[in-house]
């Protein structure tokens, strides 16, 4: 059996083409093309934006795989391939010249009274009302609490995604290098009643981050995790931690996170 590639991508029509000539280029030098998930595959590239990358970590389950990524979408900060420089990367990957980062997924652990669930994210996971709704929420940190949350939700992210969501609603950058947890609110109100910190909140890699909706919104509360909703009946709390598991990210050999952060959002 050959060296096998796994290459996943959206249905837009600038990745389709990309996927072909990718294909073929791929044939050319000796490697075995698959378009679905493969065990056997030393490598999955994803064709797309920072959406089509996540879709493709869990159509593929978490894999143990490395992926990589080749951006036709906006901004693309996962994705790390221009399809211009496919013969380049072809050619970098062959000789070695890459490096390896390994992201630590979140893990959010919901229990309702059914039993408990376990969800896995590279991003975040939010916790906020449906229908758009203000909602009330109790925040433990390592067991000790630290506010009664009133407002439209709260994002709890890991660093890689710190440049997502997070930093949508005011939440701070963090390297990827440094392995923590981030609560950042959406839209805090504080009032007599609830007491809120505007800001986000930044907790150690080893933290449990607890959330509990007050009885009222046990049944109108949703899970959001990597952009994929989640409903649960009766949900009594959610805990969330940095999990051992991880997800394998293959770079250029010039890549450097605050480069990357300014090149994306800064244009230089």
Known sequence: ??????????????SLDTRKLLHKKLIEVGFDVDYEYNPEAELIISIGGDGCFLQTIRDYNLPNVPLVGINTGHLGFFPDISPKDIDIFIQSY????YITQELPLLQAKVTTSDGCCNIFGINEAVVKGDKSR???LKLDI???RVQNFSGDGLIISTSAGSTAYNYAVGGSIV???LNVIQV??????NTNAY?????SIICSHDSIVDI???CDFENSTLVVVDGLEYNFKEIDNIKLSISDRKIKLLRTSNYEFWSRVCEKFLNF
């Open 195 to 199: 007491r809120c910190f505007t800001s």
């Open 175 to 177: 390297d990827t290098s």
């Open 134 to 136: 203000t909602i009330h």
């Open 212 to 214: 509990s909706p007050e």
């Open 1 to 14: 059996m050959g060296r096998i590639v796994t290459i996943n991508s959206n249905k837009v029509q600038r």
């Open 142 to 144: 390592n067991n000790k």
């Open 184 to 189: 950042a609110p959406i839209s805090p109100i």
């Open 94 to 97: 062959l000789e070695g010249d």
